[in-house]
């Protein structure tokens, strides 16, 4: 099965594909990003189409996927959360912070490990995982709900009240 | 060139080398091993593995005005870095100095080792590498010999059946990335690579794609540890019981150099041997596993004579006076020899003789063109042609063929003398042709439809079976020695042809393949003045052919480039 | 103009702010701040917008800068003396300097703005606050490296921030302080935005060419690929952090010389410090290096300690800085300047904070109380480790992972004395053997926080465990077993 791209996001993906006039090799993130934006996470079909786009074979896609921990090879949910755990935040209480996200949220993470780092709510709402140092750490804790930042994190539940 | 040697000190010893060259190759021309991973000198360099790291020193910089003071040999002082570099892709430069051994060098090899072992299995029982295994090696070496790990290792993909040839184990992976590297840069078939990260890190094959290059095998050769094996060979036999011998590979024109393992007569692994000038370090899957038909139920094992229309095992002897006293009541004239471009030089030379004895007109051998793949297998798929335009002075190899056909249906040749070559399985022949003989004789290692109508057929000894000297599409002359013995009453094929002209009355003198190339010498023109010995382990060049090999042109030029060492 | 400002205010010893600007309410600078790179950060009536920017004096410098020779603001950034702000605290001009002389290959420039040192977190006010002030240095930056082409490699966790930087990329294009022939100059300069996945090692310069160049970001070794000779696609490459580039157009109004008057000797200029942890207002202060100490940061600017806490560790440029202990003696000085000082009398410069034995790094200090365990912080950054390793070389890869799982056992109370002492050797065999620095930026935290907490540390382990190495080797037994029954599938 291959993958459906639709027409805007292709010619949004061609532009960037410009920037790097030297080596197209070099849009493999954007690209990648790209897509992730669009279909929620990197499927095989968006490795191949990539690796396409880009004239690479398809494992020097994979390697890139797999290295950076920004890209997902499973969906999410709706509304994905990323809470940070090092040190200042940690310090300030993110693992807290991840607990009672998790309860709200109706998350259960017993499953989380290297290989599947995010959890799913069941409804398929809400997912999380934890990230490393999202540089903010003067106002720990902080975490992101898909783009959007959140730092000094205290109220949880208003936090997640604002993505229902 | 002396103004292009430099001054370098390795464990104390002053040595000169070229400017340019890797502290690691440095080390090896002086006889010092440094025990390296990754480094491989056809690929590029790296530097992950660490193994490799070497205590480094240069002579202080003088203060201004300052002489520096030199010692009695007239070097200068070194004064030593307290961090170690890593000698594979680091060049020497004047004066410097290298530590193979000593606290700083030793504590880098025993951290590294036992990184290196902390997630490795420790399978080695189990293990197709034991007893090659470059992890084994330096463990013993460089180890500490106790694990002080004490947490559970990494977990990864194990048994995975990466292409049609190759396994990978990829807890046994050290990550040097020697695999993905050749096949990026060797073979432009960039299929593999590592996924995850860390010491996660795994090594794979796209899924859905793989390792199904016609040099998958190479990468199984350059892996240090036991994470690549070839299906052809695990498990069939371990590595220190196998006897090796360096012959040349014969399935095309370039001649590769090759390892032969085996053990009891029998052939279990073939492997690349470095020729740089010839096939590098690499090998065709293609051609490296072509050998399991010399032990196959195929092969003749006797001579045969056909009475009635019926092959019966014959002697030798009875076989010889057979054919030779039926080939006496042809005319000269009325037969015809087709040899082969498989043979060897001194083959030929007999072929020639026979030729000679009996007053035959026409000689020729049979063209084998093929595809070229732009690596190392050429368009020409016999090993020998060039041996075979120079030994028997064909002009044009195959052009008489086409005669030697129309004479044969037209009943002007009767007789027909094949050596190692099957007429009809190459569609020159059909077996309506070889049925119009009055008389056919052939040799040839395995059973085959031209043996199948021939009156006589002796088994003749494979390229495994016999020494020799060959000429590859380079030009350049090259040694095959004989690996296992032959079965049964197998001869080799100059043998057979000796006794051929023994019984024709002919005199040979020849006691080995040796002494056949003495008389090539003395009468092939492009031969003149050399001597067996002149032609060592790695051939030497003779003839201007015009003709290269693809995937060293390009090798030589990345060495041009600086990008390998070569 | 600051420029007015240092003259006035360093000339007569004084330092205060410019009465005119005004600063949103709870977010006001120290009085002693010295706010240049961050004016405009919190600034009431400030927005990203190219026509604030302008109003305020922007691209005046690059008006400026493109009237001089390239070679000219490469020798005024020297003068400055300017070291890099991204944590190895090399001097830029110098850096700048290294592109061979004889070089015909294109060049390029790329600002870090991968912040991702835990602890740091300066470029991210920068970049949501005041992007035109980076693109102004950078295009000033390419002009002096001769650089058409150049990107900002942001964090992926800056998705705002690539999209503000992004729009001040338009906004400066359309202005001409970007493309073809910039102001009339001749000067062409491009200026890409180029979003990271989230990985450390792209922070490391030549991991960051790597991970630009569509591959894996596996640092290069060097030498060959030193960046400025051999960078991106193996051509001259500038990588400068974001707050080092911002720098360049403030050193170009007052020039090299007035400039490194600031700070001090050899730690020139102002730069941001970042306090987190254990203090009770952590947060973002640009100081003049070298003016402010340890203590003046964390009991004046920070606001002390939380209630009923004593300072127990501050890890001073980012997590992998080593770590100095409260009660620590440090020798700073030589000869006749020689002094024995506490942690608190540190100055916050460059060399002082080498000479104590850590490092200035990346400006993110974290101040740990006696509320915390050491074993709990040390694992909470070999965590971090761990998981940022890119795996390419082998004492990295493996010694990472092995540091984080004893410092797991020791947080829960499975590990023995002799853990102890493997840890310490694990992190010694990291060290300095590693392809990049992640080597050391891993193993520092154990080897500093081991040799200043050892008896701590030691607390926390069993020392009946010691004999479980018989017990662990079963394990292992058990897992070369399974590997064995795996093979013997296949056979």
Same mark, same amino acid.
């Given at each position: ?18 920037h ?14 790209a ?15 990539t #690796? ?6 398809? +494992? ?6 797999t ?8 969906a ?9 755990r090092?040190? &200042? ?8 912070l991840?607990?009672?996200l ?8 017993s499953?989380?490990? /290297? ?9 398929g ?25 959140h ?14 | ?8 000190q ?12 890797r502290m +690691? ?10 025990? /390296? ?34 010692? $009695? ?16 892709a ?18 880098? @090899? ?70 993905i590297?050749?096949?990026d ?16 890190? *795994? ?6 794609? %793989?390792? &199904? ?22 498990? !069939?036999?371990?590595?220190?019981f ?14 590769s ?12 692994r ?16 293609s ?11 195929k ?9 009635r229309?019926? /092959? ?16 006496r009541?042809?005319k ?5 020899? +087709?040899? &082969?471009?498989?043979m ?17 007109k026409d000689?020729?051998?049979?063209? @084998? ?6 690596y ?8 020998? *042609? ?22 044969i ?11 190692q ?9 059909k077996?309506? %042709? ?7 004789? &052939? ?10 109508? #021939? ?7 494979c390229?495994?079976e ?10 350049r ?8 013995e032959?079965?049964g ?5 100059w043998?057979?042809i @000796? ?6 009355g002919g ?6 393949s040796?002494d ?10 492009d ?5 067996w ?7 030497i060049?003779l ?13 030589k ?8 060492? =070569? | ?18 009465s005119n600007?005004?600063?949103l309410?709870?977010?006001?600078? /120290? ?9 405009n ?24 800068g493109?009237?001089? *020779? ?10 400055a ?21 004889t ?5 390029y420039?790329?600002c ?13 006010y ?25 990107y +900002? ?22 202005n ?21 996945a ?17 591959? !894996? ?42 400039? #490194? ?29 070298g003016?402010?100490t ?26 992998? #800085? ?10 700073l000085?030589?000869?006749? %300047? ?5 942690i ?21 200090v ?9 074993s ?14 890119c =795996? ?27 853990d ?7 992190a ?5 053997k ?14 500093s926080?081991? $040799?200043k ?5 030691? =607390?926390?382990?069993k020392?009946e ?7 662990q ?19």
């Amino acid at each position: 099965m291959s993958l459906v791209v639709p027409t805007e996001l292709e010619k949004e993906i061609d532009e960037r594909i410009t920037h790097y006039p030297v080596s197209r090799r070099s849009a493999v993130l954007p690209v990648l990003h790209a897509l992730q934006h669009h279909f929620g996470y990197i499927t095989e079909e968006a490795v191949e189409w990539t #690796a396409q786009k880009l004239e690479i074979e398809p +494992i020097k896609v994979l390697e890139v996927v797999t290295f950076y921990p920004g890209f997902r090879q499973s969906a999410p949910g709706k509304y994905h959360i990323r809470v940070c755990r090092t040190l &200042s935040c940690a310090m300030a209480g993110s693992y807290e912070l991840m607990e009672s996200l998790c309860q709200i949220t109706g998350i259960d993470r017993s499953g989380v490990d /290297h290989h599947h780092p995010i959890a799913v709510s069941a409804d398929g709402k809400y997912s999380i995982e934890f990230a490393e140092c999202l540089a903010s750490c003067g106002t720990a804790p902080v975490c992101m709900v898909n783009d959007d930042f959140h730092e000094g994190v205290k109220d949880v539940e208003g936090l997640v009240k604002k993505y229902i | 060139m002396s103004q292009d040697l430099i001054d370098v000190q390795i464990d104390g010893k002053w040595h000169k080398f070229p400017k340019g060259t890797r502290m +690691i190759e440095a080390c090896r021309l002086a006889g010092v091993e440094v025990p /390296h991973y990754c480094y491989h000198p056809k690929l590029s360099s790296p530097g992950n593995c660490r193994m490799c790291l070497v205590q480094m020193g240069m002579p202080p910089r003088p203060n201004p005005g300052e002489t520096p003071v030199t010692d $009695a040999d007239g070097h200068l002082p070194i004064s030593w870095m307290p961090r170690a570099v890593i000698a594979c892709a680091n060049t020497i430069s004047p004066n410097m100095g290298i530590r193979t051994t000593g606290e700083v060098t030793e504590s880098c @090899r025993q951290g590294v080792m036992e990184f290196l072992l902390a997630n490795h299995p420790l399978d080695c029982p189990i293990c197709d590498q034991a007893g090659e295994c470059s992890l084994q090696e330096f463990s013993v070496e460089h180890g500490k010999g106790e694990s002080r790990f004490r947490d559970q290792k990494v977990k990864k993909p194990k048994n995975v059946q990466v292409g049609p040839r190759v396994r990978l184990d990829d807890e046994r992976c050290i990550m040097c990335s020697r695999c993905i590297r050749f096949m990026d840069e060797i073979v432009d078939d960039p299929v593999l690579g590592f996924t995850d990260r860390g010491s996660h890190t *795994t090594l794979a094959v796209h899924p859905g794609r %793989d390792l &199904s290059n016609n040099y998958s095998i190479n990468t199984v050769d350059i892996c240090p540890v036991g994470a690549l094996t070839s299906n052809d060979f695990r498990f !069939r036999m371990r590595a220190w019981f196998m006897k090796e011998t360096d012959t040349i590979d014969t399935n095309c024109g370039t001649g590769s150099n090759i390892t032969v393992s085996t053990r009891q007569g029998k052939i279990y692994r073939i492997t690349p041997r470095r020729n740089n000038e010839v096939n590098s370090d690499w090998l065709p899957d293609s051609h490296r596993l072509n050998f399991h038909w010399i032990h196959s139920d195929k092969r003749l094992t006797d001579p045969m004579i056909k009475d009635r229309g019926k /092959h019966r095992i014959a002697s030798h002897q009875d076989a010889i006076i057979t054919a030779v006293d039926k080939l006496r009541k042809f005319k000269p004239e009325e037969i015809a020899i +087709i040899a &082969s471009g498989r043979m060897t030089n001194e083959e030929l030379m007999m072929v020639r003789l026979l030729k000679q004895q009996i007053g035959v007109k026409d000689v020729d051998i049979i063209p @084998r063109l093929g595809k070229p793949d732009g690596y190392l297998i050429s368009a020409d798929l016999n090993p020998n *042609t060039h041996g075979a335009k120079s030994v028997l002075g064909l002009k044009d190899p195959g052009a008489s063929l086409e005669n030697i056909k129309k004479d044969i249906r037209s009943r002007k040749i009767k007789a027909l003398i094949v050596f190692q070559e099957d007429l009809i399985t190459g569609g020159l022949f059909k077996t309506v %042709d070889l049925e119009s003989l009055d008389f056919l004789v &052939s040799t040839y290692p395995l059973a085959n439809p031209t043996a199948d109508l #021939a009156n006589v057929i002796f088994p003749a000894a494979c390229w495994a079976e016999k020494n020799g000297t060959m000429i590859n599409v380079t030009g350049r002359l090259q040694r095959l020695h004989q690996v296992i013995e032959a079965p049964g009453q197998t001869l080799k094929p100059w043998e057979i042809i @000796r006794d051929l002209i023994q019984a024709f009355g002919g005199k040979t003198g020849f006691y080995s393949s040796m002494d056949i190339f003495s008389q090539i010498t003395r009468e092939v023109p492009d031969f003149a003045g050399l001597k067996w010995s002149d032609v060592g382990p790695q051939g030497i060049p003779l003839l201007k052919t015009g003709i290269t090999i693809p995937l060293l042109e390009r090798e030589k030029q990345r060495i041009k480039e600086g990008k390998i060492v =070569g | 103009m600051w420029k007015d400002l240092l003259k006035n205010t360093f000339k007569a010893g004084k330092e205060s702010l410019m009465s005119n600007i005004q600063y949103l309410p709870g977010k006001e600078p /120290h009085p002693r701040e010295t706010r240049i790179i961050f004016k405009n950060v919190d600034r009431v009536g400030w927005d990203q917008s190219i026509g604030c920017y302008i109003k305020d004096g922007g691209y005046e410098m690059l008006k400026k800068g493109l009237k001089m *020779t390239p070679v000219e603001i490469r020798e005024e950034v020297k003068t400055a003396g300017l070291r890099g702000r991204g944590g190895a605290g090399f001097p830029a001009g110098v850096k700048w300097g290294f592109i061979p002389p004889t070089n015909e290959k294109p060049v390029y420039l790329i600002c870090n703005a991968d912040e991702s040192e835990p602890g740091t977190f300066k470029d991210r006010y920068i970049i949501h606050q005041d992007p035109h002030q980076l693109i102004e240095g950078m295009v000033l930056a390419c002009y002096s490296v001769g650089a058409h082409l150049a990107y +900002i490699y942001i964090r992926e966790e800056f998705p705002e921030g690539a999209i503000i930087l992004e729009k001040a990329i338009e906004e400066a294009r359309a202005n001409h302080f970007l493309g073809k022939n910039i102001l009339g100059s001749g000067f062409d300069l491009e200026i890409y935005v180029h979003r990271g996945a989230g990985a450390y090692i792209c922070g490391e310069e030549t991991g960051l060419i790597e991970s630009l160049e569509g591959k !894996r970001p596996y640092p290069r070794i060097k030498p060959p690929y030193f960046p400025a000779a051999m960078g991106l696609y193996l051509c001259p490459t500038i990588v400068n952090n974001v707050e080092t580039l911002c720098h360049v157009k403030h050193i170009l109004e007052v020039g090299g010389v007035e400039w #490194a008057k600031t700070g001090k000797p050899n730690n020139t200029g102002t730069r941001i410090l970042c306090v987190s942890g254990d203090v009770k207002k952590p947060g973002y202060y640009e100081v003049q290096v070298g003016h402010v100490t340890m203590g003046e940061l964390i009991n004046d600017f920070c606001g002390g300690l939380k209630e009923g806490r004593s300072l127990k560790a501050v890890i001073p440029g980012g997590s992998s #800085a080593k770590v100095l202990r409260a009660d620590e003696k440090f020798k700073l000085g030589k000869g006749e %300047d020689a002094r024995e000082i506490s942690i608190w009398d540190i100055p916050m410069d460059f060399d002082s904070l080498a000479a104590c034995g850590s490092m200035a790094g990346s400006g993110g200090v974290i101040v740990i109380d006696d509320s915390r365990s050491i074993s709990w912080v040390l694992n909470n950054i070999n965590n971090f480790y761990a998981h940022e390793s890119c =795996g390419q070389c082998t004492p990295c890869r493996e010694g990472s992972l092995w540091m984080k799982k004893i410092t797991d056992r020791l947080v829960a109370g499975q590990a023995s004395p002799d853990d102890i002492k493997t840890l310490e050797s694990v992190a010694y065999n990291i060290d300095g053997k590693t392809i990049c620095a992640f080597g050391e930026a891993c193993a520092w935290p154990t080897e500093s926080f081991i $040799a200043k907490f050892r008896e701590e540390l030691i =607390g926390d382990t069993k020392s009946e465990l010691s004999g479980d190495i018989v017990n662990q080797e079963s394990k292992l037994a058990a897992a070369g077993v399974e590997s064995l029954h795996s093979h013997s599938v296949v056979r």
